[in-house]
């Protein structure tokens, strides 16, 4: 494909002048260090309220926030051709009217789908043996009059007559529960508010089980809702009451119990809820111990339990009586192999379920319980992505899975466990046309400044050589927190590589790419590693042709934000620009505020900088905040939410003010902030893509700024 001209044409206008915000001289002593912050005041101290209501953020900060969204307007104005383009590309590459492939439940099949031009999903059923559709919640139409709105669950109960749905209208992440009948399809007035969205019904359908977040936005207490009782009757089931353990829950695949996990990041400890009960008695399956993760499956009389116990690094699965569940009884299922990471796993009925990861390459494995006989289902592509989606049905031989690759869209297969056989169920449909066979994806390992081997997807076009000139890149980047960045199907993406960009994933430690050792060596006192991890699959991309120094555009968000500013201080000169999504920047100020959401819960990922100096020193020595250098800085972009509770606005408010104080050439550093968003940004479907048509317009216009000097 030609490269379409106005992408050779895209620049920015530098003729407006920067916000400059004041500094106001705010020092104070942590362990003997001085620690000078003139950016502080740009934390509201009411930052509580303003996540209830982005309003309420103080006229100082929202003048200066108003301010960097006209200054980021006004350079990327050049860009609006390029940004309308391609927000019409990516949507050419969307199925409006989408459906999901229904799911049965007893007598009906439920699925989502979506409205031809519509922003926000439609739940609904028809008979399981077809008949009439039932829109059980239009999302579309509860949606209007809303500047975000985000449905985060919607359960029907057991029996089938009445619907539990959340929603967020914020962009802060607490969601109300509302309840209907489903006969007249109206709402009920008990709402319970400030919840994390999840919902389990009782399996007599009177009521259900959520978590209620707490006045520092912390998951921490388990109630019961009775259906049509005052929400603040609601009683209160089990708690948590240290700061860095979170609350989550779930329905159990057998529908027996409500699955009530309390977690660090490090550890995990499981109670189960028996929902046929009206006198709820929590059950303890293990305690928690330091370093010990499990999750649990109830099987009948056996509990499954995918557990690290023992130094199974790369987890094992084990089996022990549901009423003597404790440690002293788990017993292998499926033993630890080194090297091949068990990610997840589902029980059914008749059949054990497992992904494992090996070489960074996923495969299912299935084993009938009763036989004890075991097969695979893997795929032959270099680099491929595969997902569970086990559904509704327990007592079934139908396990949903799907796959897709950098170069193939999603599908979505139902496969016969019995008879080990697959039928296609729906391929992803891009309307505007899209061709495998013009792409190619490639999987390449970068060596590391300490020997390891760093994993990178690539995905180009068919007819790219690499060559000595190499081609605009863009590296997008994470490693934190165990996550991994699986090779999968990114419609959007190819807007890029249409133009002749190489789009690349650089699976650096702090994820799990390569096991749990990869994540381990990642964080903490080895933090760094994911840094130079980052750099070293950037030069090892020039190295071998595919781009050359100056012609990276780095991408990374929230920790991947994190990492963007690392490089960015270590090495400016490898990229043409950056993308640093609601970037944690700040990271030793944010770590240093206990008040703060994640911050009791991410000493484990970053270190405790309160109670130990070594750590405050060793985060001092990388927060890309505290680094910014008297120096050349590429252009950077970044986009983020007022109301964000994960990554809050005034860390990346306070990096572009410092950036802009400090360096010595270089940029623009532009900076958008929505007014009504959090941490996922825009909420509509089609809205998001104003978000991420910005980000190419601006990769791409760094790009031809990289080709002008060269």
Not at 311 to 318: K, N, P, T, V
Request: glycine content about 8%; charged content about 25%.
């Amino acid at each position: 494909m030609a490269e379409p001209r106005e992408s050779r044409y895209a620049q920015f206008d530098l003729s407006a002048q920067p916000p400059i915000a004041e500094k106001r001289p705010t020092q104070k002593t942590v362990h003997g260090r001085g620690l000078d912050d003139p950016y502080a005041w740009l934390a509201a101290e009411n930052w509580r309220d303003v996540l209830r209501d982005p309003k309420r953020l103080p006229k100082d900060i929202a003048a200066l926030v108003k301010a960097e969204n006209a200054y980021c307007a006004s350079v990327v104005a050049p860009l609006d051709e390029l940004r309308k383009t391609l927000v019409k590309e990516m949507r050419g590459r969307i199925k409006e009217d989408d459906s999901d492939v229904p799911d049965n439940d007893g007598p009906y099949a439920y699925y989502g789908r979506f409205r031809e031009d519509g922003e926000h999903p439609l739940y609904c059923r028809t008979p399981r043996n077809g008949g009439c559709e039932t829109i059980l919640l239009d999302g579309e139409a509860l949606a209007k009059g809303h500047a975000f709105f985000d449905i985060g669950d919607t359960a029907h109960a057991p029996d089938h007559a009445q619907l539990a749905w959340s929603v967020d209208d914020k962009g802060s992440e607490l969601y109300a529960i509302h309840t209907r009948a489903l006969a007249d399809g109206i709402d009920r007035a008990d709402v319970v508010t400030d919840t994390d969205g999840a919902i389990v019904w009782t399996s007599d359908s009177k009521a259900f089980y959520y978590v209620r977040v707490d006045e520092n936005h912390r998951t921490a207490q388990v109630f019961r809702h009775e259906i049509g009782a005052d929400p603040g009757t609601d009683r209160l089931i089990l708690e948590e009451t240290d700061g860095a353990w979170f609350v989550g829950i779930e329905e159990s695949r057998c529908r027996r119990f409500a699955i009530v996990t309390f977690h660090g990041h490090d550890a995990a400890e499981i109670w189960l809820i028996d929902l046929h009960g009206t006198e709820p008695a929590p059950r303890l399956v293990a305690a928690r111990e330091p370093k010990l993760r499990y999750d649990v499956e109830p099987h009948g009389d056996v509990l499954f339990i995918l557990n690290n116990a023992d130094g199974a690094d790369d987890f094992r699965i084990s089996a022990a009586p549901l009423a003597a569940s404790e440690r002293a009884n788990w017993r292998d299922v499926v033993p630890l192999r080194a090297g091949a990471m068990i990610v997840a796993f589902t029980v059914f009925a008749h059949f054990l379920v497992w992904v494992v990861r090996e070489n960074s390459l996923p495969r299912i494995v299935i084993r009938d319980l009763e036989s004890g006989d075991a097969h695979d289902i893997a795929f032959d592509e270099e680099a491929y992505a595969l997902g569970l989606d086990p559904g509704l049905e327990y007592d079934t031989t139908t396990l949903r899975f799907t796959y897709a690759s950098m170069t193939t869209p999603e599908e979505i297969y139902e496969y016969d466990m019995r008879e080990r056989t697959r039928v296609l169920r729906k391929r992803q449909e891009i309307p505007s046309g899209h061709d495998p066979k013009n792409y190619v994806t490639r999987r390449l390992y970068a060596p590391a400044p300490d020997g390891e081997s760093v994993p990178i997807t690539l995905l180009h076009r068919a007819g790219f050589a690499p060559g000595a000139d190499g081609a605009p890149l863009l590296l997008y980047g994470y490693g934190a927190y165990g996550h991994s960045l699986a090779a999968d199907f990114d419609e959007d993406a190819l807007s890029l590589v249409d133009r002749g960009f190489v789009y690349a994933l650089a699976h650096t430690r702090g994820g799990t790419d390569k096991g749990w050792n990869w994540y381990e060596t990642g964080k903490l006192e080895k933090k760094t590693n994911t840094f130079s991890d980052f750099l070293a699959c950037a030069q090892h991309l020039i190295a071998c042709g595919y781009t050359c120094e100056g012609a990276i555009v780095a991408q990374g968000a929230s920790a991947g934000g994190m990492l963007m500013g690392a490089i960015l201080n270590e090495a400016p000169q490898l990229f043409a620009g950056v993308i640093a999504g609601v970037p944690f920047v700040d990271v030793l100020n944010t770590m240093l505020r206990d008040d703060l959401p994640l911050t009791p819960p991410e000493w484990l990922e970053w270190g405790n900088p309160i109670a130990d100096a070594d750590v405050y020193d060793r985060i001092a020595a990388y927060s890309p905040y505290d680094n910014v250098r008297a120096q050349i800085y590429p252009p950077i972009l970044s986009i983020v939410g007022v109301a964000d509770p994960r990554v809050t606005y005034w860390e990346p408010l306070k990096w572009a003010s410092k950036l802009r104080a400090t360096m010595t050439g270089g940029g623009p550093v532009l900076l958008h902030t929505h007014l009504t968003a959090g941490h996922g940004g825009a909420s509509g479907r089609f809205e998001a893509l104003e978000d991420t048509a910005l980000e190419y317009a601006f990769a791409i216009a760094c790009s031809n700024r990289a080709n002008d000097r060269r």
